[in-house]
């Protein structure tokens, strides 16, 4: 498992990095996935960031419900 993580956390470096590299004409530059242009794709990675982080939170809170709920 950390090994997963590790390489997680170099995969994301090399993201960063590349990322950081655009000129900001680049953001704006329509690309072959689906004509979006950079700031679409990294908005959309962003977004379902947050949603599975949201998902992941409540599905914790529902185990923590459920282990407290079966205690009392």
């Not at 689906?34 to 990294?42: E, F, G, R, Y």
């Not at 959309?44 to 599975?52: A, E, K, Q, T």
């Not at 949201?54 to 599905?59: P, S």
């Amino acid at each position: 498992m950390i090994q997963v993580i590790n390489d997680l956390m170099k995969y994301e470096d090399g993201i960063n990095e590349f990322l950081n590299s655009m000129k900001l004409e680049d953001w704006t530059k329509k690309t072959d996935l689906n004509n979006w242009t950079s700031w679409d794709i990294i908005d959309r990675i962003h977004y379902f960031d947050i949603v599975s982080l949201a998902t992941l939170g409540e599905k914790i809170n529902l185990m923590i419900k459920k282990h407290v709920d079966r205690r009392f």
